[in-house]
């Protein structure tokens, strides 16, 4: 039988799309204990792609498990909608360049191009998600654009602000030059770290009243040089006054000094004796300022001179160095990173571009000391690719100081898992800076703050309040959603000065829309949630990150019990999926391909902690192993008539001991896959499942079980009855993991509900697990390995049946007779070691030619399209030695491969299917026509 994923799935979809099996399920469980998920949202901004449906797999999984246990659910997907992501998108379509574009465009105008991307999009992931089986309540998704989010994140804010956590910060922030905006340091993960060759120039600056002696510095951004203020050496480490071979003397760390050509070392001295040195500014024709050397214990040797160049208004470190040192401050670029005025030459010109301009200026003075390439790590827009640079703005931010510490105790009191995930959110908790929440963009969270020139600022926390405060504008902004450019009509008075004041023109970061969503979302009976379920990489400083931050601040609880993490998904190599590289692989193609369930399978197989190799040879591996459970299921249907199927409420009493082996093995399966699951082990409870439908059931049940099926076999009802329960048992365990197989086996096998959803997921009866007859079935086993592998030493065949084997265990009759047919011996003797007697006798010669002919034939049936129970004829003719054994086992054959009757000679009609075979070595015809 064939197994076709992709058609099964699609009937299956129709059939709970027609028969309402989802929505027949949310009743059933309605008004029952509670389990509580809280759904990630899913960027609206493109088609999904496979890493995306690994983590929809396992969000799947848990909540048909609960649901089959009988729990209610929200089952609510939510979609995240704004931000500088869809924007980029948004300008991409439009062909924008830069911010200077959209607002020519008209901000209502981009920022309605926005909503409608997020509406295509979001239908498109739902499309997807349905395909790959995944039960939401799609008409109910969450939009994290929506009114009711906008203004929860309101309410949020302003209980910052009671609490005095909100301020406007002025700091040097990473910056995106083409979009135009601050870029937060959650932002900014390792994947945005790309490698990038820069100039980086060694300068000369002179020491101010000591003649011909200079600073030697270095730095790998030049455009930074005209706003240098100071510079920085350590106070312990030693320097060095070298001098080179025309006589200049260069300060420079002592075990630096090898970079002067030919240089004799003149002094020794620890860096807190240059303190307070004033040097020769390079650019004071254009900012004039006093230069002069300062103390700081981060200046390192690892590269450079050991003297940094410190320029207040281009780097964090320097800010904050400015504050401590009372440095002036000196602010170059714009919002476009162009120069501001003031700065001669390099006024209007992009710091991308003035490299050359810098060093023929610094040449022209005589202080440029070398130039040279320099390849380092360097951090990227996580959108648009563009490098970032640092520039001092006004931003708004959340103080983390007083929250720290009370984060750091309910991270502690959530439950990680792979556990290293505490770590991981404790290690940014403890290091991460205060939460910069503004970005100068259009399409995002309007942040409610009112700024008056008074200096007070308001917050408001509601559109209640909005309108209760609102002086002009109201009617502008009305109907419409609380977005740039509509909620920017309206002004309100300040409460201080009772002028006139408009929002600031900032929105929100867009975690502060992801991290509302327990508030937004959910009512109180569902909250905390009781498991979140994301890709870990980047969510410590992003996701979980903000659900916890708006939680401490809202309630002072953690929002979810248990946070579940899984690695990313990379190709088949290993290496990371990308567009442009090629080996990007579309959700869309590998569901055709592959087919949901393999795909599922594949994921909930995966250890959550490592990342995912996803490919289609990886694919056909996992089909190869499904198939071998179809198998058994389709040997099933095929020996046994749905008249002869055991009544539904099946207590299973076997008798045969395979039978009791595999009842066992399979209450232990519902065992070990529940406890599990319970735990969010979903890899391991699938291993466990993909073990048992191979090895004991594939391997050792079905296969040592066969005959027993046929027709009149003495004890067939017991082995339909045994092996009917467990692959309908199966069916009910594989339901979360594989919802569309598991249903086709379901309706095969005619479970007694409408779909296998509407099962309770297996309990394990305990009675029926017998771990001493595990135990001997291991060791039989063993047994019959180590029996084939005697044979394949000595050359004969499985089929020669052989006379005795000798074995050490003592055991039972009835676990004998597997290891006789197994082992293909007529008799097992008790003794010291075990022991194949390899000699083959007259007689069991010709019986292995007999079995021989016979599988052949049964071949030939197969070959043939024959069903188990269809009669045939056959005619077999070889040479005299042959057709003699064949004419005295004449009947035994007849009644072991169905056959009316066996003519021995040469045939005189043809045959519908003839064959010539090599038994024994000598040339044996075979033909077989169906009756
Ligand atoms: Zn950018
Ligand atoms: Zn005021």
Not at 293 to 298: A, E, F, Q, R
Not at 432 to 440: H, T
Not at 511 to 527: C, H, Y
Not at 827 to 855: D, P, S, Y
Request: hydrophobic share 35%.
């Amino acid at each position: 039988m064939s197994l076709d994923f992709p058609k099964i799935e699609e009937k299956i979809l129709r059939f709970w799309q027609e028969k309402k099996i989802f929505e027949k399920l949310r009743k059933k469980n309605q008004g029952k204990e509670h389990w509580s998920f809280l759904d990630g949202p899913i960027t609206a901004n493109n088609p999904m792609g496979v890493h995306h449906a690994w983590g929809r797999t396992y969000k799947d999984i848990f909540q048909r498990y609960k649901a089959m246990q009988g729990r209610e659910l929200r089952f609510q997907n939510g979609f995240d909608c704004q931000g500088l992501h869809v924007e980029v998108e948004v300008e991409k379509e439009l062909g924008f360049k830069n911010k200077k574009d959209i607002e020519k465009y008209g901000i209502d105008k981009f920022v309605e191009k926005c909503k409608e991307r997020v509406k295509k999009y979001s239908k498109i992931q739902t499309e997807q998600s349905i395909r790959l089986g995944q039960w939401m309540d799609w008409d109910n998704s969450y939009y994290t654009m929506s009114d009711e989010n906008n203004y929860a994140i309101w309410g949020f804010l302003k209980k910052c602000r009671q609490r005095g956590l909100l301020y406007k910060g002025r700091d040097v922030v990473p910056w995106c030059p083409r979009c135009g905006t601050a870029i937060s340091q959650h932002e900014i993960l390792t994947e945005e770290y790309k490698e990038i060759t820069h100039k980086a120039i060694f300068v000369k600056l002179p020491v101010i009243n000591k003649k011909n002696t200079f600073f030697l510095v270095w730095t790998t951004t030049p455009w930074t040089l005209p706003a240098n203020v100071a510079l920085a050496v350590h106070p312990e480490l030693i320097y060095a006054e070298v001098q080179d071979k025309n006589r200049d003397i260069f300060i420079i760390l002592k075990e630096k000094a090898n970079l002067i050509a030919e240089g004799k070392i003149l002094k020794e001295f620890p860096g807190k004796e240059l303190k307070g040195l004033v040097y020769q500014g390079m650019f004071d024709e254009l900012q004039k300022t006093e230069h002069r050397v300062i103390l700081w214990k981060d200046v390192t040797s690892e590269e450079g001179t050991g003297i940094v160049h410190i320029a207040s208004g281009c780097g964090q470190e320097d800010f904050k160095l400015s504050k401590e040192f009372n440095l002036s401050v000196i602010d170059p670029t714009n919002e476009e990173s162009r120069y501001k005025k003031g700065f001669g030459f390099l006024t209007g010109k992009l710091v991308s571009q003035v490299n050359d301009l810098i060093f023929d200026n610094l040449a022209k003075k005589n202080l440029v000391f070398k130039i040279e390439d320099y390849k380092h790590r360097y951090p990227t827009c996580w959108r648009c690719k563009t490098e970032l640079i640092f520039r001092l703005v006004d931003e708004w931010y959340i103080s983390m100081e007083k929250l720290r510490k009370p984060l750091i105790v309910v991270a502690k009191k959530i439950e990680w898992i792979p556990s290293f995930g505490l770590e991981r959110e404790l290690d940014w908790l403890k290091n991460m800076q205060d939460w910069l929440i503004s970005k100068k963009r259009y399409w995002g969270l309007a942040l409610p703050i009112y700024e008056c020139s008074c200096g007070n600022f308001e917050v408001i926390g509601s559109k209640e309040e909005l309108k209760e405060k609102t002086v002009k504008g109201w009617d502008k902004f009305n109907d419409n959603s609380p977005h740039r450019p509509w909620i920017d009509e309206i002004k309100i008075k300040c409460s201080k000065c009772g002028k006139l004041v408009s929002r600031i023109p900032d929105v929100g970061n867009p975690w502060l829309d992801a991290g509302i969503v327990p508030f937004s979302t959910m009512t109180k009976e569902w909250f905390p949630a009781d498991l979140v379920c994301e890709s870990f990489p980047g969510q410590f400083k992003n996701w979980f990150y903000s659900i916890i931050v708006m939680s401490m601040v809202l309630e002072n609880v953690a929002p979810v019990k248990t946070i579940f993490g899984y690695a990313s998904v990379r190709d088949e190599k290993g290496e990371e999926m990308h567009k442009s590289k090629g080996n990007a692989i579309w959700f869309d193609d590998a569901v055709e391909k592959i087919g949901a369930d393999p795909m599922r399978w594949m994921y909930a197989r995966q250890n959550p902690e490592y990342n995912l190799n996803f490919g289609y040879k990886a694919a056909d591996e996992i089909k190869r192993k499904l198939l071998t459970l179809w198998n058994s299921f389709a040997f099933f249907i095929t020996y046994v008539d749905k008249k002869d199927y055991p009544s539904q409420v099946l207590k299973p009493k076997p008798k045969d001991i395979l039978d009791i082996w595999i009842v066992s093995r399979l209450n232990n399966l519902i065992e070990k896959v529940t406890r599990n699951l319970e735990r969010y082990n979903v890899s391991v409870a699938t291993l466990a499942i993909e073990k048992f439908f191979i090895n004991d059931l594939s391997l050792w049940y079905v296969r040592r079980s066969r005959r027993r099926f046929h027709a009149g076999a003495k004890d067939r009802e017991e082995a339909i009855a045994t092996l009917y329960y467990v692959l309908l048992n199966l069916s009910k365990l594989i339901a979360p993991f594989t919802p569309f197989i598991a249903e086709e086996l379901y309706q095969c096998l005619g479970g007694e509900k409408e779909s296998v959803h509407l099962e309770e997921y297996p309990e394990p009866n305990k009675k029926l697990i017998n771990k001493e007859l595990e135990e001997k079935m291991i060791k039989i086993r063993g047994i019959t390995t180590e029996v084939l592998a005697q044979r394949a030493k000595a050359g004969i065949k499985v089929r020669q049946p052989l006379a005795s084997l000798q074995i050490k265990n003592k055991l039972e009759k009835d676990l004998l007779e597997p290891i006789k047919e197994e082992a293909n011996v007529k008799k097992i003797v008790f003794g010291k070691e075990l022991k194949l007697n390899t000699k083959i006798t007259k007689g069991l010669k010709e019986e292995g030619v007999v079995r021989e002919v016979i599988r052949h034939i049964q071949e030939m049936r197969k070959k043939a399209g024959l069903k188990p129970k269809d009669k045939i004829l056959v005619q077999g003719y070889g040479i005299k030695r042959l057709n003699k054994i064949l004419t005295q086992k004449k009947d035994f054959i007849k009644k072991e491969t169905l056959a009316e009757d066996f003519k021995i000679g040469k045939a005189k009609t043809k045959f519908g299917l003839e064959k010539e075979l090599k038994v024994d070595g000598e040339k044996l015809k075979i033909g077989i026509n169906k009756l």
